[in-house]
């Protein structure tokens, strides 16, 4: 049973994948910075100078309005947090957009191949070359 989890586990498509979701997590902290980071702090002076994220709607009346989402969390306001839904889904858009240039770049490599047009192999060493002119003229010779 070992044996054959073993040669399950060190298949290429369950280490492919697992390169995959490791990559996906590190992409995701870096979609995260461009949004918060550089996306939405533009977006939050065009729309007055607020940071988007602090966007939310209070469902309970309190006598001390809260300043942010966790502010309002901390003194147990049950709160709809839009400013960070909308930054999720521009995250979410992001992604997509860059899953999409990949797949695409995919696709047109995919269509090169089936139409014939591989990449043409890498030219062997010189070294190479040099011994099989050796080798040419030898038989010639022989």
Same mark, same amino acid.
């Given at each position: 049973m070992f044996k054959e989890f073993r040669e399950f586990a060190l298949k290429g498509n369950v280490l492919d994948m697992a390169v995959g979701i490791i990559i996906g997590a590190a992409f995701t902290t870096? &979609?995260?910075?461009? &949004?918060? *980071?550089i996306i939405m702090p533009p977006v939050? &002076?065009?729309m007055g100078g607020v940071d988007f994220t *602090?966007?939310?709607?209070?469902?309970?009346w309190s006598d001390v309005a809260p300043v942010s989402v966790d502010a309002a969390?901390?003194?147990?306001?049950p709160v709809i947090a839009y400013g960070?839904?909308?930054n999720a889904v521009i995250q979410f858009a992001i992604v997509a957009f860059a899953l999409f240039l990949v797949i695409r770049q995919?696709? /047109?490599l995919k269509a090169r191949i089936a139409k014939g047009e591989a990449p043409a192999p890498a030219a062997p060493p010189r070294q190479e070359v040099l011994l099989e002119e050796? /080798? *040419?003229?030898?038989?010639?010779?022989?």
């Amino acid at each position: 049973m070992f044996k054959e989890f073993r040669e399950f586990a060190l298949k290429g498509n369950v280490l492919d994948m697992a390169v995959g979701i490791i990559i996906g997590a590190a992409f995701t902290t870096i &979609v995260q910075s461009l &949004v918060n *980071d550089i996306i939405m702090p533009p977006v939050g &002076v065009l729309m007055g100078g607020v940071d988007f994220t *602090d966007y939310f709607i209070a469902l309970t009346w309190s006598d001390v309005a809260p300043v942010s989402v966790d502010a309002a969390k901390e003194a147990g306001i049950p709160v709809i947090a839009y400013g960070r839904f909308i930054n999720a889904v521009i995250q979410f858009a992001i992604v997509a957009f860059a899953l999409f240039l990949v797949i695409r770049q995919m696709n /047109r490599l995919k269509a090169r191949i089936a139409k014939g047009e591989a990449p043409a192999p890498a030219a062997p060493p010189r070294q190479e070359v040099l011994l099989e002119e050796i /080798r *040419d003229a030898l038989r010639a010779k022989g």
